[in-house]
């Protein structure tokens, strides 16, 4: 979906590239509402690519922040 994103701009195609962007970007937010890659771990966890336990020095996500990533991921269309 990225791809399609950045290739839809290249090629002047804004009405795709905005349609994408609204259903990228509450994914964008979610997964970096806390700091760190550990959202973007426990959503690539979640479409079953890693678990999503994370080293020292970091520490697991809020449950509310998971429930954002889900949430913004169902709204992407990468997750049922």
Excluded: W
Aim: aromatic fraction near 4%; hydrophobic fraction near 40%; charged fraction near 20%.
């Amino acid at each position: 979906m990225c791809a399609s994103f950045q290739n839809s701009l290249a090629n002047g195609d804004f009405k795709t590239a905005l349609s994408l962007q609204d259903k990228l970007m509450p994914l964008h937010e979610a997964i970096f509402t806390e700091p760190g890659l550990v959202g973007a771990k426990y959503a690539a966890s979640l479409l079953g690519k890693c678990n999503e336990e994370v080293r020292l020095p970091l520490s697991g996500l809020l449950n509310e922040t998971k429930e954002k990533i889900q949430k913004a991921m169902r709204h992407a269309g990468i997750l049922d």
